[in-house]
C-alpha cells in the first residue's frame, strides 16, 4: 500500500475515465445506473458547492473523491455545524481494491479538511456495504443513525475535528 496520495482537482479532461470507472461492476454496485451517475458527476464540474477530485498514489491514478457543502443539497443528515463536508468516493481500479488503500486515502483526505478549519466530515454509506462502513470506521468516522436519504436507507457517519 502506498503511503502518500494526492488529490488533484478533477477536469472535463478526466471524464472519459470516470465513465469508464463508473461502468465496473464493483462501483456501479454501489453507485448505480452508469449513465445517470455520470451525468450527475459531469453536472457537478461547474457546480460551486461541490469539489471533486482524482486519487492517486504511487501507481497512478486510480479513484475519485468528492467533497460537498452538505446545505447545499437535501441529503437528509440533520442540522450539521456550520461548514460541514459531506464526502462521497470510490475506487476504480480493480487492482487498487482490498489493499487498505479506501481507509488510508479517506484518512488523508479528511486529515487534510479538518486541519483547515472544517468542522466535521459526514458520509452516508449504504449500511449494506460493510466494506465502505469499515473503511470509514478505520479513517476514524463513528457511526450515528440510520437516515432516509434521496437515494435509499443510509448510515450516517461522522468524523470531527
Given at each position: 500500500?502506498?503511503?502518500?496520495?494526492?488529490?488533484?482537482?478533477?477536469?472535463?479532461?478526466?471524464?472519459?475515465?470516470?465513465?469508464?470507472?463508473?461502468?465496473?461492476?464493483?462501483?456501479?454496485?454501489?453507485?448505480?445506473?452508469?449513465?445517470?451517475?455520470?451525468?450527475?458527476?459531469?453536472?457537478?464540474l461547474?457546480?460551486?458547492?461541490?469539489?471533486?477530485?482524482?486519487?492517486?498514489?504511487?501507481?497512478?491514478?486510480?479513484?475519485?473523491?468528492?467533497?460537498?457543502?452538505?446545505?447545499?443539497?437535501?441529503?437528509?443528515?440533520?442540522?450539521q455545524?456550520?461548514?460541514?463536508?459531506?464526502?462521497?468516493?470510490?475506487?476504480?481500479?480493480?487492482?487498487m481494491?482490498?489493499?487498505?488503500?479506501?481507509?488510508?486515502?479517506?484518512?488523508?483526505?479528511?486529515?487534510?479538511?479538518?486541519?483547515?478549519?472544517?468542522?466535521?466530515?459526514?458520509?452516508?454509506?449504504?449500511?449494506?456495504?460493510?466494506?465502505?462502513?469499515?473503511?470509514?470506521?478505520?479513517?476514524?468516522?463513528?457511526?450515528?443513525?440510520?437516515?432516509?436519504?434521496?437515494?435509499?436507507?443510509?448510515?450516517?457517519?461522522?468524523?470531527?475535528?
Open positions: 500500500m502506498a503511503g502518500v496520495y494526492h488529490f488533484r482537482p478533477m477536469t472535463s479532461a478526466d471524464l472519459p475515465q470516470l465513465e469508464r470507472w463508473l461502468a465496473l461492476p464493483h462501483v456501479r454496485e454501489w453507485w448505480g445506473d452508469p449513465a445517470e451517475q455520470f451525468a450527475l458527476v459531469s453536472g457537478d461547474d457546480e460551486p458547492a461541490m469539489d471533486q477530485f482524482i486519487v492517486s498514489a504511487d501507481d497512478g491514478e486510480f479513484g475519485y473523491i468528492q467533497c460537498y457543502d452538505v446545505t447545499a443539497w437535501e441529503s437528509g443528515f440533520g442540522r455545524p456550520d461548514g460541514t463536508r459531506g464526502i462521497d468516493l470510490f475506487i476504480g481500479e480493480p487492482g481494491i482490498a489493499c487498505g488503500h479506501g481507509s488510508a486515502l479517506i484518512r488523508a483526505f479528511v486529515d487534510e479538511r479538518l486541519a483547515r478549519e472544517t468542522p466535521r466530515v459526514v458520509t452516508d454509506p449504504s449500511p449494506a456495504n460493510a466494506r465502505a462502513v469499515r473503511a470509514y470506521e478505520k479513517a476514524g468516522f463513528r457511526k450515528t443513525t440510520l437516515i432516509n436519504t434521496p437515494d435509499g436507507p443510509a448510515l450516517l457517519m461522522i468524523r470531527d475535528r
